[in-house]
């Protein structure tokens, strides 16, 4: 029995009753959507919000709908308005991913495992997110970050995490660093403007970073060579979605200044399994269909390109609106639906394991994430599925 799902589709929840489908819906090229739609993002700024208001403005005159964009200032606070139902969708990064597999804050008595589907996502030539130094610091590679102060996001565990991993590829920790606790992405970046911290975690082409470049501090970011495979391994060990690429495209970067880094999808667009199937079909269709009328408009969004679904490689499951889409448009394969049925069967595994742990867990919150983090384990590697982390 999955986690339940609460409020799901309310028709009026803190003020946001635009989110409801039963408003009157708009048709225009076969595209059937609600007059409202809602994302929740990243910070105002952030890769994400840019491109999720660029998308809205062509959604606005297509479709004469309003695209309402909600940036959230952590993890919980994107998946939250989903979970409840003021949101149809994240365009999020890997909390998403968190969510499923109920780590981190997402392993709250009050979270556990999420039944989270995705719809569609993007895949630009920039990178989702690598180590950013100050450029007047002493901090050139990712073996210069021992005894630095490094920004930490308060339940940002995306972020966070990706932290840890860059740490690994060269066999540290946060306890190997001086940890500067901010309470938001954007916090992050002005901790690092105003010297309180010298390392921050973002995405090559988030439009803020242009304030760190041109601040006299600078930026440089640091790279993660591929030659090190032990290194990379490690890193791999904590974000198995990422994969060792080449970003051209970002601030102050090109076809002549690459950076080496670890690639995933951001932003992706996801929601959860008791979404309706016609928005997310709709919203497929319509971000398939008016590509061309978006791609251009901001930093990363031709990362949305059909072609640039790898439906083979997700990491958890796709929506049954974005299946129907993709299987009419002929880019659902055997390779993807079985990698589909591998990707539902973790998350029952994990739902069950959630289920049977919370029976008898304690109300002490040290000792029940623990336990579970144990229980996860031992549920995954029953399976021989990866782990991703055995503790927090």
Request: charged share 20%.
């Amino acid at each position: 029995m999955r986690t339940k799902i609460i409020n799901k589709f309310a028709l009026a929840i803190a003020g946001l009753s635009l989110v409801t489908a039963s408003t009157m819906p708009v048709h225009a090229a076969d595209v059937d959507l609600p007059q409202a739609l809602v994302w929740t993002t990243y910070d105002t700024g952030s890769a994400g919000f840019n491109q999720a208001v660029a998308i809205g403005s062509v959604f606005q005159k297509e479709y004469d709908i309003r695209l309402r964009v909600i940036p959230g200032r952590n993890d919980i606070g994107r998946l939250s308005p989903v979970r409840s139902g003021r949101a149809h969708f994240a365009a999020d990064g890997s909390p998403s991913t968190y969510a499923q597999e109920g780590l981190f804050d997402f392993g709250a008595q009050e979270w556990g495992p999420q039944p989270i589907r995705l719809a569609m996502w993007s895949i630009s030539d920039s990178c989702a997110v690598t180590m950013v130094a100050a450029g007047d610091s002493d901090i050139k590679e990712l073996g210069d970050l021992k005894g630095q102060k490094v920004a930490y996001v308060q339940a940002a565990s995306g972020l966070n995490n990706a932290v840890r991993a860059f740490l690994a590829y060269e066999n540290m920790t946060w306890e190997d660093v001086d940890k500067v606790v901010v309470g938001s992405w954007s916090a992050a970046l002005d901790a690092v403007l105003n010297g309180n911290a010298d390392v921050l975690a973002a995405s090559c082409n988030t439009s803020q970073l242009v304030r760190l470049e041109s601040s006299p501090r600078g930026l440089h970011f640091l790279s993660v060579p591929p030659e090190n495979k032990e290194g990379i391994e490690r890193a791999l060990s904590y974000m198995p979605w990422y994969l060792p690429s080449v970003a051209t495209e970002g601030v102050g970067l090109s076809e002549d200044n690459p950076l080496a880094v670890l690639q995933a999808p951001y932003p992706q667009l996801t929601t959860y399994e008791d979404q309706s199937e016609e928005v997310v079909y709709n919203t497929v269709k319509a971000l398939d269909i008016h590509y061309d009328d978006y791609k251009d408009n901001g930093p990363g969004l031709y990362g949305w390109e059909l072609s640039r679904q790898k439906v083979e490689d997700a990491f958890m499951p796709y929506h049954p609106g974005a299946i129907r889409y993709y299987k009419e448009v002929g880019i659902w394969t055997d390779a993807a639906e079985e990698n589909q049925q591998q990707n539902l069967k973790r998350q029952d595994v994990l739902a069950e394991a959630w289920e049977a742990y919370v029976e008898t867990a304690s109300d002490d919150e040290e000792a029940f994430n623990q336990g579970w983090m144990e229980a996860r384990k031992k549920a995954l590697d029953a399976q021989g599925m990866t782990t991703i982390l055995d503790s927090w």
